[in-house]
């Protein structure tokens, strides 16, 4: 199958997962959009928890839920500098 041929097939493969994905996604009430969106927050807030206890150890409870806030948040320098004055409150 030559290269242009399997572009088009991904294309088409992925612009119809995408049209079923947003017709579930429309399907939802706010109620369960909110819920799958917090659920999604959950998910990436644990991996992100896991890579910073494998890059650092093991930390408190308290001290890896701010290392997750920095990673998460930390784009914007008002938060960072909430977040990392927190930090210095807190016991590894």
């Known amino acids: 199958m030559n ?3 399997l572009l088009s097939l991904r294309s088409v493969t992925m612009s119809s997962i995408e049209t079923e ?3 579930r996604m429309d399907a939802l009430t706010g109620r ?9 927050l959950e998910w990436s807030s644990e991996m ?3 890579q910073i206890t494998k ?7 308290e001290r890896l839920k701010w290392e997750v806030a ?6 914007d320098d008002a938060v ?3 977040i990392e004055s927190r930090l210095t409150h807190v016991s590894h």
């Open 55 to 61: 890059e650092k150890g093991p930390l408190s409870a």
């Open 80 to 82: 960072r500098r909430m």
């Open 21 to 23: 994905y947003q017709l």
């Open 32 to 40: 369960e959009r909110v819920a799958r969106s917090l659920a999604l």
């Open 70 to 75: 920095l990673r998460l948040y930390g784009s």
């Open 48 to 50: 992100i928890a896991r």
């Open 3 to 5: 290269c242009s041929r």
